[in-house]
């Protein structure tokens, strides 16, 4: 089993940066995909990013292009989501998700495990 605590929430202004984390704990694998979600009230949980852990390889979504950077580091066992140019709709709580798949994935059933979420929040 794969345990995922996320980290690194909170109120920022719009325009602003946050970085959130995803500590990874338990059984890991060879060959894992890892990725960001989030979800704002009312609406369904969306893809954000995700990376290859051990290749690196990494896609993330159109609305976050340029803005987000999904990394990983290996040795600490934590994925990072750095955000910047922050925007009110990217207001939601925010998931990290882990993959037993060895291609990339972007969608909410292709991911096997779930960390509780980290509640990000942006004014204008």
């Known amino acids: 089993q794969v345990q995922l605590v996320e980290s690194g929430g909170g109120l920022v202004q719009a325009g602003g940066s946050l970085r959130l984390s995803c500590a990874a704990s338990?059984?890991?694998?060879?060959?894992?995909?890892m990725g960001w979600f989030r979800q704002a009230p009312g609406k369904e949980r969306e893809f954000v990013a995700c990376?290859?852990?051990?290749?690196?390889?990494?896609y993330s979504a159109d609305s976050v292009k340029g803005r987000f950077t999904v990394s990983r580091d290996n040795a600490k066992n934590t994925l990072y989501l750095q955000m910047s140019s922050l925007k009110p709709e990217d207001t939601g709580v925010y998931y990290c998700?882990?993959?037993?798949?060895?291609?990339?994935?972007?969608?909410?059933?292709?991911?096997?495990?779930w960390g509780q979420g980290t509640q990000v929040t942006v004014s204008s």
């Open positions: 998700a882990a993959t037993r798949r060895t291609v990339l994935a972007t969608t909410v059933g292709q991911y096997d495990y």
């Open positions: 990376i290859s852990w051990v290749g690196g390889s990494l």
């Open positions: 338990g059984r890991t694998f060879s060959s894992v995909v």
